[in-house]
């Protein structure tokens, strides 16, 4: 029997659907032992209809009796206030039945599948492959990158629903919502000259493509299990345990029976696809890349990491590049993310400064401090539909969290609609400021963390294997040649978003840090740094190896999100117009800013620093003796 409270009355809804059903359904046919039954010939029916029992003087009489009645029972119980309202007497107020939310509202609803066992669970009666697979004949291999007269960009997100208008309700019809979630959008074609190179991602003319250095993040996921502001979970649980005392209207109404829909870490099914559909796209452009494998009977080996999310971004995007069945078709390399584990793709785990606090959290003194800023007006204008719990500003940005999460995760969200667009761009901004200073070139292990993975792009241009792992490099794994192969015409690597962050500016890509540290106080007109361009989920870099008859000796540009970075800050790195630096220039520039880094210091030396802009880097590099 389901009992819900809500307010100060219990509801047994089982019970209400009884009765219901006894008001609805047909009485039944067998009569009650005491009931008495009219005859049923047709004369007796027909006198029992006929003959009125009761005339008006009767009716009226019993109406008025039963006004008194209640009257007379209604002052033996609460006296003349019963008939007076407070306004009039000054006597106390009346009451107000209020309604507050559920008691489940804000908890956690989960729909686990596949169930665990079961009961008609016959695997040797659904064999995946029965043969007489039919004619098998293969094709020539794309190649969009070299061949198409334009490049096919990655723009929406075709699966997901942006809310009809936001809370001004004069949306911009070029306002695109999914681009202002920081590190939680779906990743995007940036566009021609959004980093400051015009020119595109296709084949530079008189150029031809001949290797390809892949590096994508994992796909859209659930909220990660620990957040130091924020924290999706952690809201709706005080929701939950307050669900008692508080009651939404307007347009934050549904929060009334709203339930907490989130799984913690794993891929969502969106976040599958796109990896998946990032494996086609990557075929269609680069597939004849594989001819190389042919020739040297060789199979490509990718890698990835054991994380869930990690792994299974891996195998969607193998799906979508290989077709399935993918087995023999290449070699999955999974390294291990945990303490101890020497790993490329997870280079925190061998950095303990990087887990330390509060380097961990240290952009939090930036978001907080801008929160109140952007959010003051949403904090007031929704906690005034919300009466009974005190919604702080952490709170409302938990909210437009939620609204990026929810979105990607079950392809909608009714949060999405409770804030402006001016308050999408400061959320957008309070992402980009978490990770300036905890991922990227405001964070005091961001160069060291990002120096590793940079240290095997070197081995592998170099076709040389890594004479001294000084960093997160695994020698078990980078001293096979099996394992981590020096010689392939692609790779393909799959890491996280504060990895990529990593690696750019350990690249020393100085034009995403051209403006300076980020203030906490307010947006900049100029902003090369946006988190929503550079690590969204399933952001991804293509290190193009290319060989040209109008420049001398090969060539590498770096392309994140279709769009050129400029590498002019990468010492030996002309101003090239398609954004292309020789590689021996660009290999001699790496070396020489890995040399000039303490791995020792930055990640092992327990030294401290202020809090907000006392100290700020632009290097990702740690202070030395501050």
Not at 96 to 125: D, K, Q, W
Request: aromatic share 12%.
């Amino acid at each position: 029997m389901a009992d819900v409270e809500r307010g100060q009355q219990t509801y047994d809804y089982d019970h209400d659907d009884n009765l219901e059903q006894e008001a609805l359904l047909p009485s039944p046919s067998k009569a009650e032992p005491d009931t008495v039954v009219p005859p049923s010939s047709a004369k007796s029916s027909g006198a029992f209809c006929s003959r009125p029992r009761f005339n008006l003087l009767h009716v009226s009489s019993a109406f008025v009796a039963g006004i008194l009645g209640c009257a007379l029972a209604q002052y033996a119980i609460c006296g003349p206030n019963c008939f007076s309202s407070s306004n009039a007497t000054g006597g106390p107020p009346s009451r107000v039945i209020e309604v507050y939310a559920p008691p489940y509202a804000g908890s956690t609803e989960v729909h686990p599948f596949p169930p665990t066992s079961p009961t008609n669970a016959f695997p040797s009666l659904f064999p995946t492959d029965v043969g007489y697979p039919g004619g098998t004949p293969t094709g020539a291999e794309a190649a969009v990158i070299a061949t198409a007269p334009s490049y096919p960009l990655h723009t929406g997100a075709a699966q997901l629903v942006a809310p009809a208008s936001l809370g001004d309700k004069n949306s911009k019809s070029n306002f695109d919502l999914f681009k202002k979630w920081g590190n939680l959008s779906p990743w995007y074609s940036v566009g021609r000259g959004a980093f400051g190179v015009d020119s595109g991602p296709e084949t530079p003319e008189t150029c031809r493509i001949t290797g390809l250095h892949f590096l994508h993040r994992h796909g859209a996921r659930y909220p990660t299990a620990w957040a130091s502001y924020g924290g999706p979970a952690d809201f709706a649980g005080r929701l939950n345990k307050a669900a008692k005392d508080w009651t939404a209207t307007g347009d934050l109404e549904f929060l009334n029976e709203w339930t907490y829909k989130l799984g913690e870490e794993v891929l969502t099914p969106f976040g599958r696809q796109q990896l998946y559909d990032l494996g086609i796209s990557m075929r269609l452009k680069y597939g004849f890349l594989l001819n190389n494998f042919t020739e040297t009977n060789a199979l490509p080996v990718f890698r990835t990491e054991s994380q869930d999310r990690m792994l299974n971004s891996a195998m969607n995007f193998a799906i979508g590049f290989f077709g399935y069945p993918f087995q023999e078709q290449y070699q999955q390399s999974i390294t291990i993310e945990a303490s101890g584990f020497n790993n490329t793709l997870a280079p925190y785990e061998t950095c303990p400064n990087a887990r330390r606090m509060p380097f961990r959290a240290r952009a939090d003194w930036y978001v907080e401090r801008w929160a109140e800023i952007y959010l003051k007006d949403a904090n007031a204008r929704i906690q005034a539909q919300i009466s009974g719990y005190n919604l702080t500003i952490e709170d409302t940005y938990v909210m437009q969290q939620m609204c990026a999460y929810e979105t990607v995760a079950l392809g909608y969200s009714k949060f999405c609609e409770l804030f402006t667009e001016e308050e999408w761009d400061g959320f957008d901004y309070a992402l980009d400021l978490a990770f300036w200073y905890g991922s990227a070139f405001g964070a005091p292990t961001a160069h060291a963390q990002g120096a590793g993975w940079i240290q095997e792009l070197i081995a592998r241009l170099e076709h040389k294997p890594i004479a001294e792992h000084r960093f997160s490099t695994n020698a078990t794994l980078n001293d096979n040649p099996i394992t981590f192969p020096l010689n392939q015409s692609l790779y393909v690597d799959a890491t996280h978003e504060v990895v990529v962050l990593n690696i750019i500016t350990a690249l020393n890509l100085t034009s995403f840090a051209s403006e300076g540290p980020l203030p906490y106080t307010h947006i900049p007109e100029k902003r090369p740094f946006k988190v929503s361009e550079l690590a969204p989920f399933a952001t991804n870099l293509q290190f193009q190896i290319l060989e040209c008859t109008s420049t001398p000796g090969q060539q590498i540009r770096i392309i994140i999100n279709d769009g050129v970075a400029p590498l002019t800050g990468i010492e030996g790195c002309p101003e090239q117009k398609d954004g292309m630096c020789p590689v021996d220039a660009f290999v001699k520039s790496q070396k020489k800013l890995m040399e000039n880094l303490d791995w020792e210091y930055d990640c092992y030396t327990e030294f401290d620093i202020p809090d907000g802009p006392g100290w700020e880097t632009t290097t990702g590099d740690s202070p030395k003796g501050f």
